[in-house]
T-cell receptor, first 117, second 112 residues
Framework: DAGVTQSPTHLIKTRGQQVTLRCSPKSGHDTVSWYQQALGQGPQFIFQYYEEEERQRGNFPDRFSGHQFPNYSSELNVNALLLGDSALYLC????????????????FGEGSWLTVV | AQSVTQPDIHITVSEGASLELRCNYSYGATPYLFWYVQSPGQGLQLLLKYFSGDTLVQGIKGFEAEFKRSQSSFNLRKPSVHWSDAAEYFCAVGDSWGKFQFGAGTQVVVTP
């Protein structure tokens, strides 16, 4: 059973460009969250998708947008890249309504390393 | 608003010695608390979690954590560290929808 898979693992972009990162949740999971982890910091919540809708959003500008597909996979899009967007982008998946139950675990992917030059 | 504080940015411990990592949280309701470990260049691995019930929680790799509501703390402990425990450790508080607030992390260095 594959866990959370993310692609690409590493990429380099130039300031002003746009980037799309992809995430496939763990089998059976229907909720996907995205986090940004800058070097030396803890992950910061970007947004969460459930039923193809953005349900919660952190303190990130509109340049950060996302999408969830019917198969629950998700994309994170960042427009007009800035040097400060360089970070590890983590995807987490969970099953709606089960956080807080002993049997549920939220799984994180290995992340996508984005470098903006 | 949720917040998590990990007071120790960096801890050095000798192999075989005990380890305790501190975590303090601020949350309006009953918190869901987590400890994650991250090795260099890797994603996050769940060590343990607390939702309710017994305040002493056992996790993987010999780690345990104790929830103390009166102190708003959820400290992580391990009786005897191994060189492979060198990593960065993150405490997090989550809501019922699975949104996490992470601390800044504690870097653990294990010396021979």
């Amino acid at each position: 059973d594959a866990g959370v898979t993310q692609s690409p693992t590493h990429l380099i972009k130039t300031r002003g460009q746009q980037v799309t990162l992809r995430c496939s949740p763990k089998s059976g999971h229907d909720t996907v969250s995205w986090y940004q982890q800058a070097l030396g910091q803890g992950p910061q919540f970007i947004f969460q998708y459930y039923e193809e809708e953005e349900r919660q959003r952190g303190n990130f500008p509109d340049r950060f947008s996302g999408h969830q597909f019917p198969n629950y996979s998700s994309e994170l899009n960042v427009n007009a890249l800035l040097l400060g967007d360089s970070a590890l982008y983590l995807c987490a998946s969970s099953l709606e309504g089960t956080v807080g139950s002993s049997g549920n675990t939220i799984y994180f992917g290995e992340g996508s390393w984005l470098t903006v030059v | 608003a949720q917040s998590v504080t990990q007071p120790d940015i960096h801890i050095t411990v000798s192999e075989g010695a005990s380890l305790e990592l501190r975590c303090n949280y601020s949350y309006g309701a009953t918190p869901y608390l987590f400890w994650y470990v991250q090795s260099p260049g890797q994603g996050l691995q769940l060590l343990l979690k607390y939702f309710s019930g017994d305040t002493l929680v056992q996790g993987i790799k010999g780690f345990e954590a104790e929830f103390k509501r009166s102190q708003s703390s959820f400290n992580l402990r391990k009786p005897s560290v191994h060189w492979s425990d060198a990593a960065e450790y993150f405490c997090a508080v989550g809501d019922s929808w699975g949104k996490f607030q992470f601390g800044a992390g504690t870097q653990v260095v294990v010396t021979p």
